[in-house]
């Protein structure tokens, strides 16, 4: 088909008052998982046109930009992380025309669009794979990817150590077209979703070419899916270790966070800057450290990058200073705005993560005190969105949502679910289709039923349920969006006050602004900084300060955070 060009977002400029140079200095981000936002045909399955029809409840909520996962032709063996065709949509999605109403209507509601991008691996239905596989030993089309003979006296053991994320070897191998064993390929993840070689020229080309395509269809930047893995180790060499699982995040393997991934980010930066509107790439990149994170959103590589340090601090006072501290001094150097990011579809949303002690990781099938989950969830929100910088909003968190926990073996396609030694295989539990009304089938998801089964009483957790409701957490979120963006002292920025605090409790401030946060589980008495402008829940002691007075007291209740204007 021929392309529809969206016209370039223009929205608010740049240099108004309280914006720095740069949209996504302190942009509010919200992704979109497509499968499980909105169905507009009622097949079950949330696509395009389900997404398009909701925009303007993403716009009144105060968002300034969608991210959606994957919606690429796919045979869908890793919800659509393993892309046959980057340049069409899935059926199961929609078409291209529908991108392109999406991105349009998107525009004229003042939000942008980020699509994901997934470069470090195709899938095995990607035309080069399976010419490569139909070709045989040879083919050109096998450099494009990592195929590599296998060890012992045949050839019967995968070429090196290395295990896939999702579990087992990261080799599998292949038959050749006579029906003899043959060569290994690599797949760090599925064995559906073989690893590009990016030492290939074809390979960037192709991706340079791929940039341009959504570029030119009107999108404002690219999420880059598994952004520390496109360049391996030269050699592809054993790590000599088991467990290499436990190793990630610790260490720097011979399969991710390479140096060598920047020269591409450099080449991508220069296609981004020759387009109008500001458009941006943010990098998914688990690094050891959020120093060498930085590293990724250099002046001259990409804009952001996800702060996963963040993501996993548990609900913990000096553990939340520091790796706040730690985080906005890495980015200082290199002129990029702090990210923080709460929930995601790769892990249990925070309502949930929050509800258990400290130490369940980012996964986690324990329900535990959702009364209390959700109250701790409400007040990290509150922190996250004062801190400076960008913040990331996962679908259904501003609804409170919980993870469903409890999903029947037999219900799950989280591949990992169904490998052993791999991730948990629990992320279902995140990606179950959101609730928009309080009664239907799927609780206005759409007319038929939903993918993921929704649990009974999903309803209560509703738009529809919330909307107007003072005390629920989507009007919370819906009053912070707004304070955040009138405010003069929230936003973009690069440092924050530290204010002394009785133990288990913060209190940092930015001009004209302070924030207070309690994470014990009893009421604290600390000194009233100034107007209350919002609380997590209910504060009885929170009341304006009077001219002439010393400020008088507030005492603030267990896991709870309030903004105040000084």
């Not at 690893?195 to 960037?204: G, Q, R, S, T």
Request: proline fraction near 8%; hydrophobic fraction near 35%.
């Amino acid at each position: 088909m021929t392309q529809h060009l969206a016209a370039p977002f223009t929205g608010t400029s740049d240099d108004a008052p309280g914006h720095r140079h740069g949209w996504w200095q302190d942009a509010v981000i919200y992704q979109v998982y497509p499968r499980s936002f909105a169905d507009g045909n009622g097949d079950g399955m949330g696509d395009l046109d389900g997404v398009r029809r909701r925009l303007p409840y993403l716009a009144e909520l105060g968002v300034d930009a969608v991210w959606l996962s994957p919606f690429y032709a796919s045979p869908q063996a890793d919800a659509g992380y393993d892309v046959a065709d980057y340049r069409a949509i899935d059926p199961m999605f929609g078409t291209l025309l529908d991108a392109d109403a999406l991105i349009r209507d998107a525009h004229e509601l003042n939000l942008r669009i980020i699509v994901d991008l997934v470069p470090n691996h195709s899938s095995s239905e990607h035309e080069w794979f399976k010419r490569a596989l139909r070709e045989g030993p040879g083919s050109a089309l096998r450099e494009r990817y990592h195929f590599r003979p296998g060890k012992g006296q045949d050839g019967e053991l995968p070429p090196n150590d290395w295990d896939s994320i999702f579990g087992g070897p990261a080799w599998t191998r292949t038959t050749d077209p006579d029906g003899a064993p043959g060569d290994w390929y690599l797949h760090l993840f599925a064995p559906e979703q073989p690893d590009f070689n990016w030492d290939h020229p074809a390979v960037a080309d192709e991706f340079r070419s791929i940039l341009r395509f959504w570029l030119d269809m009107g999108v404002d930047g690219f999420r880059v899916d598994v952004a520390h893995g496109l360049v391996k180790e030269a050699g592809l060499p054993d790590i000599g270790a088991g467990g290499q699982l436990r190793l990630l995040g610790n260490d720097v393997m011979p399969f991710f966070d390479q140096d060598g991934v920047h020269e591409v980010y450099r080449q991508w930066r220069t296609i981004l800057d020759e387009y109008p509107g500001d458009r941006i790439a943010v990098a998914e990149a688990w690094t050891p450290t959020v120093e060498r994170t930085a590293n990724y959103v250099r002046p001259d590589e990409l804009h952001q990058a996800f702060n996963f340090q963040y993501l996993g601090t548990s609900w913990e006072a000096s553990a939340l200073r520091e790796v706040i501290e730690v985080s906005l001094a890495a980015m200082r150097p290199v002129g990029a705005p702090a990210t923080w990011v709460l929930s995601n579809h790769d892990v249990t949303r925070h309502a949930t993560r929050f509800a258990s002690p400290p130490g369940v990781g980012t996964q986690t099938r324990l329900a535990g005190d959702r009364t209390l989950g959700l109250r701790r969830a409400r007040a990290a929100t509150l922190l996250m969105l004062a801190l400076p910088g960008s913040a990331y909003l996962y679908q259904g968190e501003e609804l409170g949502l919980p993870d469903v926990t409890d999903l029947p073996d037999e219900a799950r396609q989280d591949p990992s679910f169904f490998r052993a030694d791999g991730q948990d295989g629990f992320r279902d539990g995140c990606r179950v289709p959101i609730p928009w009304t309080r009664e239907g089938s799927s609780y206005g998801f759409g007319d038929g039923g939903s993918w993921l089964p929704q649990p009974a009483g999903w309803g209560a957790h509703s738009v529809e349920a919330q909307t107007g409701d003072p005390d629920s957490t989507l009007e919370l979120y819906r009053a912070a969006l707004t304070v955040r963006k009138e405010h003069p002292g929230l936003g973009a920025g690069t440092d924050v006050e530290w204010y002394e605090a009785p133990e288990g409790v913060l209190a940092l401030g930015r001009p004209g602004f302070r924030c207070t946060v309690n994470t014990t589980d009893a009421p604290v008495r600390i000194a009233t900084p100034g107007r209350p402008l919002l609380a997590s829940g209910p504060v009885p002691g929170a009341v304006p300060v009077q001219a002439g007075d010393d400020g008088g007291h507030t005492e603030l209740p267990a896991d709870t955070t309030v903004w105040w204007a000084v």
